[in-house]
């Protein structure tokens, strides 16, 4: 059992810049690859990135939409994954997600085992 807390959402104006933190509990949390994920209202759940578990390679994934603005990290002491997110826009407005997986696609909702409870991003323009 993982459990996963955000936190650092808020509300900021387009262009400026916030960063999320992901602070799971176990001492597991090495062997997981973490994800962020986000949903807007009325919008099915999305990916945002992705940084798999740790070993001789880590791999990042990042979607298209975010890519060059949002950058995801990890620190396995601290047991904590974050997002930082610059240049934001109204568009990237949502509650945003981590969740953790053992295996599996980065991209899939479904591959992820345990999710957080989300924190909000409101971006006003």
């Known amino acids: 059992q993982v459990q996963l807390v955000e936190a650092g959402g808020g509300l900021v104006q387009a262009g400026e810049s916030l960063k999320l933190s992901c602070a799971a509990s176990?001492?597991?949390?090495?062997?997981?690859?973490v994800g962020w994920f986000r949903q807007a209202p009325g919008k099915e759940r999305e990916f945002v990135a992705d940084?798999?578990?740790?070993?001789?390679?880590?791999?990042?994934y990042y979607a298209d939409s975010v890519k060059g603005r949002f950058t995801i990290s990890r620190d396995n002491a601290k047991n904590t994954v974050w997002l930082q997110m610059n240049s934001l826009k109204p568009e990237d407005t949502a509650v945003y997600y981590c969740?953790?997986?053992?295996?599996?696609?980065?991209?899939?909702?479904?591959?992820?085992?345990?999710w957080g409870q989300g924190t909000q991003v409101t971006v006003s323009s």
């Open positions: 969740a953790v997986r053992s295996g599996g696609q980065h991209s899939s909702p479904s591959h992820y085992d345990y």
């Open positions: 176990g001492r597991t949390f090495s062997t997981y690859g």
């Open positions: 940084i798999s578990r740790s070993g001789t390679y880590t791999y990042i």
